[in-house]
């Protein structure tokens, strides 16, 4: 993620993402951690979303689901835009 996005805002379209899951398990937190990282000298934001689910069998299921969901919300609400990757 950009650097300069607004992490608050994103922390809540994720959490929201993994609550709405049919996969989670609510009876756990759910985390949403920022890293600095640096790549070809460009700082950004690596974004972690921790959270459990109900059966070990969706685990993977889950992080594409919530990887999908919280991309097309950060683009529809121009949070980022395709130009932040180029």
Do not use: C, H
């Not at 759910?30 to 459990?52: G, T």
């Not at 069998?57 to 395709?82: A, D, H, M, N």
């Amino acid at each position: 993620l950009p650097i300069n996005i607004d992490t608050g805002r994103v922390r809540s379209i994720a959490i929201e993402a993994a609550q709405t899951s049919r996969y989670i398990f609510l009876n756990k937190p759910i985390n949403v951690l920022f890293f600095n990282e640096l790549k070809d000298r460009r700082p950004y934001l690596k974004m972690r979303l921790k959270a459990y689910v109900m059966d070990i069998r969706y685990e993977f299921i889950f992080k594409s689901e919530l990887t999908e969901i919280v991309l097309r919300e950060l683009l529809y609400e121009e949070i980022i835009t395709t130009e932040d990757y180029d």
